[in-house]
T-cell receptor, first 113, second 115 residues
Framework: AQKITQTQPGMFVQEKEAVTLDCTYDTSDPSYGLFWYKQPSSGEMIFLIYQGSYDQQNATEGRYSLNFQKARKSANLVISASQLGDSAMYFCAMREVPQKVTFGTGTKLQVIP | DTGVSQDPRHKITKRGQNVTFRCDPISEHNRLYWYRQTLGQGPEFLTYFQNEAQLEKSRLLSDRFSAERPKGSFSTLEIQRTEQGDSAMYLC?????????????FGPGTRLLVL
């Protein structure tokens, strides 16, 4: 079974609209962490947001929020008010104990003016 | 410079040669990760250090791969007897856990081409 599943290979969103990128995960560890990263065409990997498995509240970082539904094992990224500069690949990742990290296959987001 | 740096940025080598990459993490970060990324794929975890201790190593990391982090500062990743399948981007990341939250920063990567 895939540890991290991103079912949307590509997404389009209109500028200034909100968009949700899906991520589901599979683990039997009670303690884990979930990450989202952005990778523009230039290639650098940019950390966006982190959610710990014990966190009661959804993580937020500026325009990014993580919709964490533990029972459903989902950790969707919500980007509000999309900007042209948000066009990039987005990767969801999970860190399990001790520290192995698994990435999903990514979602390519394109923001349309 | 307060970011993660990697050296070299590009490396071209012939099959069978050894290569070594260096990563300098953000100074107060005690966690350091190495990943490998091939074109069109997500990064694959290779290994993890907490301070100078290597606590986790992927099965992807064959005996030809070795990583060190002497004194818990910079880290090196060595690939011996390179193969064409080793061609990839090698990414280093460092992170800090504060208040139960982890923030992870990546370096620009070292792109390896094995001929």
């Amino acid at each position: 079974a895939q540890k991290i599943t991103q079912t949307q290979p590509g997404m389009f969103v209109q500028e200034k609209e909100a968009v949700t990128l899906d991520c589901t995960y599979d683990t039997s560890d009670p303690s884990y962490g979930l990450f989202w990263y952005k990778q523009p065409s230039s290639g650098e990997m940019i950390f966006l947001i982190y959610q710990g498995s014990y966190d009661q509240q959804n993580a937020t970082e500026g325009r990014y929020s993580l919709n964490f539904q533990k029972a459903r094992k989902s950790a969707n990224l919500v980007i509000s008010a999309s900007q042209l500069g948000d066009s990039a690949m987005y990767f969801c990742a999970m860190r399990e104990v001790p520290q192995k990290v698994t990435f999903g296959t990514g979602t390519k987001l394109q923001v349309i003016p | 410079d307060t970011g993660v740096s990697q050296d070299p940025r590009h490396k071209i080598t012939k099959r069978g040669q050894n290569v070594t990459f260096r990563c300098d993490p953000i100074s107060e970060h005690n966690r350091l990760y190495w990943y490998r990324q091939t074109l069109g794929q997500g990064p694959e975890f290779l290994t993890y250090f907490q301070n100078e201790a290597q606590l986790e190593k992927s099965r992807l990391l064959s005996d030809r791969f070795s990583a060190e982090r002497p004194k818990g500062s910079f880290s090196t990743l060595e690939i011996q007897r390179t193969e064409q399948g080793d061609s990839a981007m090698y990414l280093c990341a460092s992170s800090l856990v504060r208040g139960g939250r982890e923030t992870q920063y990546f370096g620009p990567g070292t792109r390896l081409l094995v001929l």
